[in-house]
């Protein structure tokens, strides 16, 4: 089974950075596309980020484009998420999930069933 740990949220005032990570403890992920996603209580899952394989291919949804950076590195099995211009509507719980082909970012595949326990993230204004 996936096993992906999310880590690095935080409180930071509006406009500052954060830098998430996402990291496999059960299989190497240099063979798969991975995406970034963020719930709100009370809200859907929205899916923000997708990096392919070799790090080639990025998409971001329109909220964060711009603001927001997704990088890989296979070395540690790691993917990463810059967070700049953070603003208040950006405070959520952040979540990676493997994403074939960016498919859900993409082309609104539904996402699978099994997340980890996400990483919260707090802007405050």
């Known amino acids: 089974q996936v096993q992906l740990v999310e880590s690095g949220g935080g409180l930071v005032q509006a406009g500052g950075s954060l830098r998430l990570s996402c990291k496999s403890l059960s299989l190497p992920l240099e063979h798969y596309a991975v995406g970034w996603f963020r719930q709100v209580p009370g809200k859907g899952r929205e899916a923000l980020s997708c990096?392919?394989?070799?790090?080639?291919?990025?998409y971001y949804s329109d909220a964060v484009k711009g603001r927001f950076t997704i990088a890989r590195d296979d070395a540690q099995d790691t993917i990463y998420l810059e967070m700049n211009n953070l603003k208040s509507e950006d405070t959520a719980t952040y979540y990676c999930q493997l994403d074939p082909e960016c498919g859900i970012i993409r082309r609104g595949v539904r996402p699978g069933d099994y997340w980890g326990q996400g990483t919260q993230v707090t802007v405050s204004s």
């Open positions: 990096i392919g394989t070799g790090g080639e291919s990025t």
